[in-house]
């Protein structure tokens, strides 16, 4: 999603997380929160659709019958330390989900987040909020992807407990998810969009 920043959603310029949370009920729209301030969230881009698309279906298929579950936009993910609520393109759960006071609408534990990148929300992805994204405990790895050109940017924790970057470019290679065990073929995710020949 694109969000539009620093423009405030609301007339006020503070708020709670409880006002937040009774707006986004609310709400027709889907907004951001960071440390009191409400950020609108605007529509995509066909390309990005369709990326986020391949990457639901085929992480749905490659871990049916296993204890993790793809989930898309329209799971909302919340960081207890920094406040950050937000909406990630794709997010990957493993186990049982856990949610804010049980409230099964806010959900504290992903595995893996996935980030569709666009030209408003590029530096904003890659550097602030893969900050934020670093301070929920169970995020194991973190995908950025970008949906027009062949461009991935996989990072993930190592061995030694230190966040590593592993780029792919070739339309012939495989994103690889080792904390779930499962490669993505780049034509599987890039599939049906004018990145893959044929296409």
């Given amino acids: 999603?694109?969000?539009?920043?620093?423009?405030?959603?609301?007339?006020?310029?503070?708020?709670?997380?409880?006002?937040?949370?009774?707006?986004?009920?609310?709400?027709?729209?889907?907004?951001?929160?960071?440390?009191?301030?409400?950020?609108?969230?605007?529509?995509?881009?066909?390309?990005?659709n369709v990326v986020c698309k391949n990457l639901l279906i085929s992480l749905s298929i490659k871990l049916d019958g296993k204890p993790c579950e793809p989930y898309g936009s329209d799971t909302r993910v919340h960081s207890e330390k920094n406040t950050l609520f937000t909406y990630?393109?794709?997010?990957?759960?493993?186990?049982e989900m856990q949610s804010l006071n049980n409230d099964e609408f806010n959900f504290l534990n992903p595995t893996i987040i996935f980030e569709v990148l666009s030209d408003s929300t590029r530096d904003y992805n890659r550097n602030a909020k893969f900050k934020l994204y670093r301070d929920i405990p169970t995020l194991k790895e973190y995908v950025l992807i970008e949906p027009e050109t062949i461009g991935i940017e996989a990072f993930r924790i190592n061995d030694s407990g230190f966040w590593e970057l592993r780029e792919y470019d070739d339309i012939e290679g495989s994103l690889e998810l080792r904390t779930i065990g499962v490669a993505l073929p780049l034509k599987d995710i890039y599939k049906n969009t004018r990145l893959v020949s044929g296409q």
């Fill in 1 to 48: 999603m694109i969000i539009n920043e620093p423009a405030v959603a609301y007339g006020k310029s503070k708020y709670s997380i409880q006002e937040y949370l009774e707006l986004e009920n609310a709400a027709t729209e889907k907004h951001e929160y960071y440390q009191g301030e409400i950020f609108a969230m605007s529509g995509n881009k066909l390309q990005h």
């Fill in 88 to 95: 990630p393109d794709i997010s990957v759960f493993c186990g």
